[in-house]
């Protein structure tokens, strides 16, 4: 939606400030929405009831495709209109992955007629009934009164329709959690994920660490994942009550998992990686109110831009400052945001109201740029955030997800465990197609360029058993007995039939994000491209001698010993130019792939 949401629901907050004055708005928990392409029947336009004087707000068209729907109002249908509804319903929900947003009291050509409160009760109560026909359950976020020439109160609901949990068919969102070290990451994670508030000293965060030293020191080295459910009716579904892992995940039908990344600059290389190798959906940047934007948080934001993640910013430690040094902080974050770099269009969000609004347009428009402001000692404006998390649609359609689905099975190997009485165990990303049990995959390269076959024995999402994974799905894979020797990072397990090939030439189009001299012949770099980091020396750069801060180039790239390829490739690196690298050691990479080149050395 446009600006007209903001008209529309008087609370909404607004580009680059504070909430809008105005609006008889009353929040009511939290849902999702999202909008993605697919056929659909047409139906009858709505009355055009324009041309009157003082014309009430209005919404965009409602569109064919996508999984919001309007509806002027639901009271009484027959039972083949009835039945009608309930198809309507289940198309609506496929296109938002399970989740989908009416709004009671409009036209289809987005004219704000409204409802009397006996007709809206009556409209719910059907849209109710809908929903359990469906094994789906209703939530109303808000209500907003309007003014459509009548003596009797009209108004419009909006509500939420979300899939009840089935058989592992959760939705799942990847957040990336960024920010400069000291800012609070951990800490916020361990508050959402354990349901309680920190003492101030750094308890919440002690169950996230997974080295003794990240506790001695309370700075994150390595990649941790954490997870935050909602149900169905848009509760909290978290750690707290002593729930396990595999009870978050059968109650949630909705989850999100928080990739902490580390924010200290001798672990950028751990960050980087994090964001290439687990594609984030979005990236959540952490900036401290007390000492505002400094360290690696800039490093963090231009790697979200050049990466091209959506991302979204928490000023924590509010409780630790006065009011005027959050405001500064907040106008700090926002005079960057405008800048030529950003083109980002920052929203302050200070209301349940705000949090859903932010949702939707974040959602839709890839400038968008939600501010939160909170702490998790006092737990002020925690609720915002976690309004804003459920309502957050996929940022992907359904349409691209089958197409990726259609395509032939690639599965990036991030991790690699031995758990007993199970085998060699791999963790990542699924890129493409689908993998069940007992699939049969070739897995490389290996040091002499060859794939290894391999089979699927099991599946885990979320630490739960899982049968079929889908592309774009995290998960780890039992390989029962295989060698764990055979395996590294950054191999890929693809379907035989793929057929991939190796070759010793890459060519990349760069742009010299920063240097402090000159970027030329002979310079030593390491290459992060989707899973894999490998060291390479910088053999030509084609068209001009060298680089400096700012300069674009086009070029090729000579590895060194032999690297795999899936496909033609081109690298889109945060360089652009003409580039030649020499790699040592073999690789695998997708053509739409985005590369970091980071660690510039001259080699004497």
Known sequence: MDSRVSELFGGCCRPGGGPAMGGNLKARGAGGSSSCGGPKGKKKNGRNRGGKANNPPYLPPEAEDGNIEYKLKLVNPSQYRFEHLVTQMKWRLQEGRGEAVYQIGVEDNGLLVGLAEEEMRASLKTLHRMAEKVGADITVLREREVDYDSDVPRKITEVLVRKVPDNQQFLDLRVAVLGNVDSGKSTLLGVLTQGELDNGRGRARLNLFRHLHEIQSGRTSSISFEILGFNSKGEVVNYSDSRTAEEICESSSKMITFIDLAGHHKYLHTTIFGLTSYCPDCALLLVSANT?????????????????????????????????????????????????????????????????????????????????????????????????????????????????????????????????????????????????????????????????????????????????????????????????????????????????????????????????????????????????????????????????????????????????????????????????????GLVCWREENTAILAHYQDQA
């Open 292 to 584: 505002g934007i400094a360290g690696t948080t800039r490093e963090h934001l231009g790697l979200a831009l050049a990466l091209k993640v959506p991302f979204f910013i928490v000023v924590s430690k509010v409780d630790l400052c006065a009011k005027t040094t959050v405001e500064r902080t907040v106008r700090q974050l926002e005079r960057v945001l405008k800048q030529p770099g950003c083109h980002k269009v920052p929203m302050l969000v200070t209301s349940e109201d705000d949090a859903v609004t932010a949702a939707q347009q974040f959602a839709q428009s890839p400038n968008v740029t939600p501010i939160f402001t909170l702490s998790s000692v006092s737990g002020e404006s925690l609720d915002l955030l976690k309004v804003f998390l459920n309502i957050l649609p996929p940022l992907t359609n359904s349409k691209e997800q089958e197409e990726l689905m259609q395509q032939l099975t690639e599965f990036q190997v991030d991790e690699i465990y031995t758990v007993p009485e199970v085998g060699t165990v791999v963790g990542g990303t699924l890129s493409s197609g689908i993998c069940r049990e007992g699939d049969q995959l070739v897995v490389g390269p290996t040091d002499d360029g060859c794939f290894l076959e391999l089979r699927v024995c099991s599946i885990q999402r979320n630490r739960s058993a899982c049968r079929v994974l889908r592309a774009g799905q995290a998960a780890t894979l039992a390989l029962g007995d295989f060698d764990r020797a055979l395996l590294r990072k950054g191999m890929v397990m693809v379907s035989p039939e793929m057929n991939p090939t190796i070759c010793s030439v890459f060519e990349a189009e760069i742009v010299l994000l920063f240097h402090a001299t000159t970027f030329r012949r002979g310079f030593q770099v390491t290459v992060h491209v989707g899973n894999v980091r490998q060291t390479a020396v910088v053999e030509k750069i084609h068209a001009k001698d060298k680089l400096r801060t700012g300069e674009k180039a086009v070029g090729g790239a000579v590895l060194r010993e032999k690297t795999v390829q899936g496909n033609a490739q081109q690298l889109c690196a945060p360089l652009v130019g003409s580039l030649t690298l020499q790699l040592p």
